[in-house]
């Protein structure tokens, strides 16, 4: 019954969810606090693993909820519940891209959920960073926060790749740790 479960909760996250990994957390949030399958630390930790790790956001996601939840084939049931629809969806676009590419009524869609991407990857960024500040005590925490995000657009602006900037973020975070300063 659980695989069931895992399969059509992340198949509904897959299928009405537009704008990404980012635009589904506070779907995936709800679902998942709302059915019990973990608290709101476990969470954002995962949320960070998925973010570390090669591949999209949604799928790692997904892929680690349901191995938490359910083993090896929660982990499938969960990854093909929310791959399945955009999948589907690309398919069928693919197929008639042509129709859809100048369809007055499909960019009109487009152009209107837009906004509302952008709206859900906000709330997302805002209830992550906000656990994520709140998990840790005290001013280190916040610190390192600050300065990592600076670092960050600092590094952005300067053309640096992502990869050297996670590299550093997780080195600055070991180093803090080890130095008893956060968690």
């Known amino acids: ?35 019990g399958w973990m608290g709101m630390e476990d969470l954002v930790n995962f949320v960070a693993v ?32 929310v791959v ?25 869609c487009m152009n209107g959920l837009r906004p509302a991407v952008v709206g859900m990857i906000a709330a997302s960024l805002l209830s992550v960073a906000g656990t994520a500040l709140t998990l840790e005590a005290g001013w280190p925490a916040l610190a390192a926060g600050a300065v990592l995000l600076l670092a960050a657009l600092i590094a952005s602006w300067k053309n640096i790749h992502p990869i050297l900037i996670i590299l550093g973020s997780a080195a600055v975070g070991i180093a803090l740790g080890y130095a008893g300063l956060l968690g």
């Open 50 to 81: 998925s973010e570390s790790t090669p591949g999209p956001l949604a799928v790692n996601l997904s892929t680690y909820i349901g191995a938490e939840t359910a083993g090896f084939w929660g982990a499938v049931c969960a990854t093909f519940g």
């Open 1 to 35: 019954m659980i695989y069931l479960q895992l399969f059509l909760t992340f198949l509904k996250i897959g299928a009405f969810t537009f704008g990404g990994g980012y635009a589904m957390l506070p779907l995936i949030q709800e679902e998942v606090l709302g059915q």
């Open 84 to 108: 399945l629809p955009s999948f589907v969806i690309i398919l069928i676009v693919a197929r008639c891209f042509a129709a859809f590419q100048e369809n007055g009524i499909v960019k009109g």
